[in-house]
């Protein structure tokens, strides 16, 4: 009910920067909650990159702090993930999450995480 739609993907070499967004949207009425990227490499366990409450409380995993900066913007119900000084230890599928309440036709509420398609970041030595 509530579609999350990655962009700004791509190539770099190390110490470059990407900036990648996420957009939610609906047919219906919703709020996101919790967003949250993800990423995952080839052979590893998908790792939380960051994360950003609705009231703008930030985490970040261990390896990206200090380099990613995770902000969103509540009224275009978007979130984006600035990275700079990649190392290619970054490359991976990044993937967008997200805890929306979305409202049935008869009102009431409903509770669900989404997750966009992902997109890919390579970053070359």
């Known amino acids: 009910q509530v579609q999350l739609v990655e962009s700004g993907g791509g190539s770099v070499q190390a110490g470059g920067s990407l900036r990648l967004s996420c957009v939610a949207s609906?047919?219906?009425?919703?709020?996101?909650?919790?967003m949250v990227w993800y990423r995952q490499a080839p052979g590893n366990q998908r790792e939380l990159v960051a994360l950003?409450?609705?009231?703008?409380?930030?985490k970040y995993g261990d390896s990206v702090k200090g380099r990613f900066t995770i902000s969103r913007d509540n009224a275009k119900n978007a979130v984006s993930l600035q990275m700079n000084n990649l190392k290619p230890e970054d490359t991976a599928v990044y993937l967008c999450?997200?805890?929306?309440?979305?409202?049935?036709?008869?009102?009431?509420?409903?509770?669900?995480?989404?997750w966009g398609q992902g997109t890919q970041v390579t970053v070359s030595s």
């Open positions: 609906s047919t219906r009425s919703f709020r996101m909650n919790d």
């Open positions: 950003i409450s609705s009231g703008g409380s930030t």
């Open positions: 999450s997200g805890d929306s309440i979305y409202y049935l036709d008869n009102g009431s509420p409903v509770a669900e995480r989404h």
